[in-house]
């Protein structure tokens, strides 16, 4: 490739990524879809920038190589060991129903060898690990019930994918009666067993030798040492690249150095993923989609539906799910993944697969892949408003006698103030209106004082006694559920003293309104705290640290209260930050001034401390 070529392409790629992948983000479709999309643009399907994905699939499928180093450099045995029950359970359960129901549909359906059947129905049983997590993370779901579920099976997929793409090669040998080359067996076992032995006792000690230097050049350049090397070694004796590069990783998941190895890996990772993602999208056949509509939808739905089928009973059974969050997890996981890229283009070029029937799957794992965002969407309004639309279930019955304090939320914050309370033996009720969270919280144990239902009703405020508590602690982390049980509060039983939590400013000002006079920023006292440390760490005596960090606090206060008058008016809260501002640097300028000189430390000629204002600049 002349190097003119070289640059063009270069610059095809990189601009179709600056334009895909944002407006894929925009409408939450997901940086993968981005990619593809950009792939199929420029490719010869339609724009035919890129005449020859060839050449560029050939570099690209490094990325492929590094993410699976990035895996197992994740996997450590702890923590597999903590999540094994759900990792090893519904994960395992998950990939064998899903891989052997869809090939015997494979073979028996559609005619394909068992060989063939036996990875198309491995390939497709996997869900998009970066799907998943992307969707989870924008609904705030991570943390859910079904959220954890979904983690742990996709933590296993991303396991079950390596030995799936080390078994195209062996599947490739067999003979003409399906029988696997025992020569084959034993060479990758050997191998496997040489990458562990050798880089237990090799790894740690060149990586500790190379940290000596001190130099994040050289470091990177080791860490895509071990990963290039390891993967040629595997090349060379004719086993799965990405296989060697996933045990690197492992073998080094638990060293001091996982941390600094995967932040100089993590940008070739992203470059070269999405590179390999966009020669995949070059390489789809989207003459396939015109030529045969109904067999391409009808492989995309007969995916979805089949995935989604088996995960319903898992969800329930072993994962231990409510209906409404195992439909969520069945729908979050029903797609195809990225690992069916790699595996089903290997299958191809070695010959267990024809050309088409991978251009086949390749165009409806995608299309799966495109849908699984519009799906979640829809499946969560549709429980959402089934929600709305049953009757609420009534609240738990209170037995704590006489609370002094009752505990609005049971989130974060609540759960501190609760263990304290217990702690001293203060009787108190705690109320929440999560399922999910009681749920969490009777594993645990300590869930005598902790009762199912809205704060904001009347009647589970009698039945909580709060006629007769001292103290209402208002925790929850919404604003307007908030702000809610606020007006009840405040309405029905004057006599508390509520303290609440507030999520910023606003909510502060509304409270406020409400007759809640010191609501406590959730944030503050965590974030002085943490400049404190951070002005002690640039030299400052813990004394100072602490004066400047309280001048802060006093200042914003009294803001905070002027801002009040006028938060409504947006003109004026700009003024009066802006004036709070200057005041704030003037009295730090005027600290400067008159502080003495700064000490000096080991080293005569830098001052621990800056002058001439920079701390108020900080």
Do not use: C
């Amino acid at each position: 490739m002349d190097s003119h070529h070289f640059l063009q392409t270069a610059v095809v790629f990189l601009l179709a990524t600056v334009i895909a992948v944002p407006i894929a983000k925009r409408f939450r479709l997901g940086a993968v879809l981005g990619y593809l999309l950009a792939g199929v643009v420029i490719g010869p399907a339609e724009l035919r920038l890129i005449a020859d994905p060839r050449g560029a699939s050939s570099i690209s499928e490094f990325g492929v190589v590094l993410m699976l180093f990035v895996i197992g450099l994740e996997l450590s045995p702890q923590r597999l060991w903590v999540m094994r029950r759900a990792v090893f359970g519904s994960g395992l359960v998950q990939v064998l129903a899903s891989g052997i129901a869809i090939g015997a549909i494979a073979h028996l359906g559609f005619g394909l060898s068992p060989s063939a059947a036996a990875i198309v129905g491995g390939t497709l049983a996997l869900s998009s690990t970066a799907f998943g997590l992307q969707i989870l993370t924008e609904r705030k779901e991570a943390s859910s019930a079904y959220g954890r579920q979904a983690f742990a099976i996709l933590l296993f997929q991303d396991l079950a994918a390596i030995p799936l793409i080390a078994a195209v090669p062996l599947l490739a040998s067999t003979s003409p009666h399906h029988s696997i080359d025992p020569l084959a067996v034993l060479r990758t076992v050997a191998v496997i067993v040489a990458v562990l032995v050798g880089g237990r006792y090799l790894l740690r000690p060149l990586f500790r030798f190379v940290a000596r230097a001190q130099s994040v050049e050289v470091s990177t350049a080791t860490a895509l040492l071990v990963v290039m090397g390891t993967a040629l070694l595997m090349e060379e004796l004719n086993v799965s690249v990405t296989l060697g590069a996933f045990l690197a990783g492992v073998l080094l998941a638990d060293s001091e150095y996982r941390h600094e190895l995967e932040s100089n890996i993590e940008p070739f990772k992203g470059l070269l993923l999405g590179l390999f993602f966009i020669s995949v999208g070059m390489s789809m056949r989207i003459d396939l989609l015109l030529q045969s509509p109904l067999l391409v939808l009808g492989l995309t739905f007969g995916l979805l539906l089949v995935k989604g089928f088996l995960l319903w009973p898992l969800g329930l059974t072993i994962g231990g799910l409510h209906r409404s969050d195992t439909l969520r997890l069945a729908v979050l996981l029903a797609s195809g993944g990225e690992f069916a890229f790699v595996v089903l283009r290997q299958a191809s070029e070695r010959g267990l697969l024809e050309e088409q029937q991978g251009a086949l799957l390749v165009l409806a794992i995608t299309l799966s892949m495109g849908l699984t965002p519009l799906l979640v969407a829809g499946t969560g309004k549709l429980i959402g408003a089934k929600k709305k639309a049953e009757p609420k279930r009534p609240f738990d019955t209170i037995t704590v006698d006489h609370p002094r304090v009752i505990i609005a939320g049971y989130g974060r914050m609540g759960q501190i103030v609760a263990r304290i309370l217990r702690t001293r033996k203060i009787p108190f009720v705690a109320l929440d209106q999560s399922v999910e969270q009681l749920d969490m919280v009777q594993r645990f144990g300590n869930s005598n004082d902790i009762f199912y239902g809205d704060p904001a009703r009347p009647e589970l405020l009698r039945a909580a006694q709060a006629d007769k508590a001292e103290v209402f602690v208002l925790a929850t982390d919404d604003p307007e559920s908030s702000l809610r049980v606020a007006r009840t509060v405040r309405r029905q039983y004057p006599h508390l003293k509520v303290i609440a939590r507030a999520r910023n400013r606003q909510h502060v000002w509304r409270l406020m309104d409400l007759g809640i006079e010191q609501p406590v920023r959730e944030t503050l006292f965590s974030s002085l705290k943490m400049t404190r440390q951070t002005l002690e760490a640039l030299g400052l005596s813990p004394q100072e640290a602490t004066e400047q960090v309280e001048l802060f606090r006093r200042k914003d206060a009294e803001l905070l209260k002027v801002q009040y008058l006028v938060y409504d008016d947006e003109a004026k809260l700009v003024q009066t930050t802006r004036e709070a501002i200057e005041d704030l640097n003037r009295l730090f300028e005027a600290d400067a001034e008159i502080a003495p000189p700064p000490a000096k430390g080991p080293d005569a000629d830098t001052p621990l401390v800056a002058g001439d204002g920079e701390q108020g600049k900080a």
